[in-house]
Each structure stands twice: as C-alpha cells, then as structure tokens.
C-alpha cells in the first residue's frame, strides 16, 4: 500500500498528538505524543512515559492504546502520532488491527514504516517542520533520554526491517 | 540465525514463565507470562494484565519489561516466555535489543519468531507438552478473551509478517 497525504482534519488530530508532545517535553519526558481517532473523535490521547512512570514499553502509540483500554474497535481507528512508530509500536498498530497511521515526523526517525505498509496499512506522512525541529531539539538536549528510549536501534542499527 | 535447543537452566526459568501464566489463568486474565534473566538472576516477571488492569498492551513480555523498568541492560538479557511473541511483543524485544528469547509455546500461536530470528535474535523453542495443555485449555475456556488480547490477527490473518 503506498503513502497518502494527510487531509487538513488529519493535520488538525496531529496537533493534538503534538500537544501531547510538548506535554511530555514540559514533564520532562522523551517528547513523542499520540492521539487515537474514531468516527472524527478523539477516542484517547496519549504520551511517552519513561520518564513519568518510569516505564519503558510506554511510547506515544502505547500509552495511547493503553489510555484507550478495552472496548474499543481499533479496526475503526485512526492513529496519530507526532514520531515514526519504532518496533514495538508498529507491531502494536499490527496487534491490534489499527488501518490507518498519520506521522508528524519521520525525517528524524525512519520507524518501521515498510513493515506496516507490507500489511497494507494506510500510512498518511505529513512531515510537518514545526515537529521535526521540535524533536530535533529534544534530542540536542536529551540525547541521553533518545539512547535510552530507542535503546535497541541505537546498539543494533539492523534492527530495523 | 537458528534455532537452538532450550538448555535444562532454560527449562527452569521458563517454569516460572509458567508460573506467571498459571497466575493469570487463576486471577481470569490471559494465560501467558514472562520471566526476564541476566547471569542467572532473575531481572523481573510479568503477566498478561488485559484484564487484571484493563490493559491491552501489557502482554506476558510487555508486563514484564514494564516491572524491569528502568536501568536495565536489555542487551544482555534473556527473555523467557510461555506463548510465542506476537507483533508487538516481538518488537519490544527489537526495541530493547533483547538477544535471546526461550519459547514454551509456539504450536498454539506461531508470533513474530521468523521477524526475530531476521533480526539475529537467537531463539529457543521448547514447546512444552504441559504449556501447550494449558493453553488449549484456556483457548477452549476463554475464546472471547483470546480473540480480544489478539484481535488484528484474528481479524487480519495476513498480519503476521
């Protein structure tokens, strides 16, 4: 399945994925928000939280998931995320039968992207420049906190697919 | 890479990856569990918790990098498990770059073993006549939260890489 541009009311749930991001940044934290999406509304919103509760596996798209919690028909959503999903995360978007993902930023981190859009699901890059520069900040700043978040990637650069 | 075969240290911490599984069978959770070990010690064990927590990202192995928290050098771990990783599992162990991983279970549900072993994770299957038991028992008992912990692949049988 190829890449799709994201339509203007993608870009405005991506800025609730950003504001997620900059939440995080605020607390602290590594700077990456998401936001899930079903019907034009907002289902749950979600943040990086390595740094609040001291818990690796919770990135952007899985705390998001997890703020989602049971219930919820992911094979209806949409998945708004202001950073490139690494491996765990586009293998929950896998899990969990999410068929949409709308990226802020994937200049400064490739993701796992291929292996989604091998399983057909519907990548829509926006490549925002606010976002990117943002991240790149917080790297620039905490490049101690990126290590330590995306830890496989950095020891094995074959990690991705 | 191969498979190799579990060795008898192996067999014993995957019993207490079973431990946690039958943990979570007795609470009316999912029956899965895990156990992190580096140099022999155990580094943290954890449970499926979709229903102990209302939490649909905390998978055996997911729980368990969760109660490993922070600090931890994941590159030289072991990750134990007593069903096969799916997606998002599998790319959690990616993510931290956890070099091994011991199976109990793989005949009940494949995972994601083919994407680790790409990635030059060493895997060893045990498939384990008891756990294999277990789970079908499970299955058979509780299809409704099998089908809810494992949904894109159940709706999506093309999911697995």
């Not at 998931?65 to 992911?74: K, L, P, S, W, Y």
């Not at 993701?111 to 057909?120: P, Q, Y």
């Amino acid at each position: 399945m190829p890449y799709v541009d994201p339509t203007d009311r993608d870009r405005g749930f991506l800025r609730l994925a950003f504001e997620e991001a900059r939440q995080g940044y605020a607390e602290g934290g590594v700077a990456v928000g998401a936001v899930l999406v079903r019907d034009g509304e907002v289902v749950a919103r979600g943040r990086n939280r390595l740094v609040q509760e001291s818990n690796p596996i919770l990135h952007g798209e899985t705390d998001c998931i997890r703020n989602a919690g049971r219930g919820v028909d992911f094979g209806q959503t949409t998945l708004y995320t202001s950073l490139s999903p690494c491996a765990m995360c586009a293998g929950a978007i896998l899990l969990f039968g999410i068929p949409r993902v709308v990226i802020g930023d994937n200049e400064s981190f490739p993701g796992e992207i291929d292996w989604l859009l091998r399983h057909d699901v519907e990548i829509a890059l926006a490549n925002d420049r606010e976002m990117i520069d943002f991240f790149a900040r917080f790297r620039r700043e905490r490049p101690d906190l990126w290590d330590e978040d995306i830890k496989g990637y950095v020891e094995r650069p074959g990690a991705q697919t």
